[in-house]
């Protein structure tokens, strides 16, 4: 197992509609290291995610739930930033504050977007 394509989620794109809604995934590591992720969105005024920050083992697929209050539909995405955990304790902490994907051999980010329709 290679790190190409680390985190995968799936289904891919979040789809609820602008009256809100509750959609169901899957994150999987597709790499051969355990990472940490951190999932920001574009819109913290009507998305919110079960599963903000956390570890993910090899191999493993964890489920989330993307929930949506009711607003106008906009081009919304969410970001997964992930990074190799290592030994790490606290998945937080491997990630700046600034937003920045540190220094680390297997470091990227998996974006979903967040489809709301009429």
């Known amino acids: ?26 994150m999987i590591n597709m790499c051969d290291r355990k990472l940490a992720f951190k999932v920001k969105s574009s819109n913290n005024s009507n998305y919110s995610v079960s599963k903000v920050v ?38 937080a902490k491997l990630f700046p504050a600034d937003g920045t994907c540190p220094q680390a051999e297997v470091c990227g980010e998996t974006l979903m977007k967040l489809s709301a329709g009429e």
């Open 54 to 91: 956390g570890f993910i083992d090899i191999g493993e697929k964890q489920d989330f739930v993307i929930t949506r209050i009711k607003g106008p539909p906009r081009g919304d995405k969410m970001v997964f930033q992930f990074i190799q955990a290592g030994d790490a304790t606290d998945a």
């Open 1 to 26: 197992m290679s790190c190409s394509g680390a985190l995968s989620l799936d289904p891919p794109v979040c789809r609820t509609t602008a009256a809100g809604g509750v959609s169901k995934h899957k």
